[in-house]
């Protein structure tokens, strides 16, 4: 499957339904969306903001910091092997991504 939107959810309902898949993309994740490789929503760009500016959040809330540093996001080699990370799982599920065309 393709490494847009449609291919991230397919990639859910395969992973919920026991199956196994892999992502075929020759540019960046996320497809052809306004933001190149938008993949994160509105609530997680929201989410990052406030904790950024904790004092956005509201008095009576805290939010807080992550446990894990800053998302990295790197680049495979052509034709090597990288695992994806396919957000809206239930769980963590990692899909096989490979650099080329679907």
């Known amino acids: 499957m393709g490494g847009g939107k449609g291919g991230g959810t397919l990639a859910v309902d395969v992973a919920r339904g026991g199956g196994r898949g892999a992502m ?3 540019g960046m994740i996320g497809g052809t969306r306004i933001n190149v490789a938008g ?3 509105r609530a997680l760009v929201t ?4 904790r ?5 959040a509201g008095a009576d809330r805290r939010v807080p910091r992550p446990r894990t540093g800053p998302a990295r ?3 495979a080699r052509s034709g090597r092997r ?3 990370p396919v ?3 239930p769980r963590p599920v990692r899909v096989p ?3 080329g065309s679907a």
Do not use: K, M, N, Q
């Open 73 to 75: 996001v790197g680049r």
């Open 52 to 56: 950024d500016a904790p004092g956005r």
């Open 24 to 26: 075929v993309e020759r």
């Open 97 to 99: 991504g490979l650099p």
């Open 87 to 89: 957000p809206g799982a």
């Open 82 to 84: 990288t695992h994806l």
């Open 47 to 50: 989410s990052a903001r406030l």
């Open 39 to 41: 993949i994160p929503t």
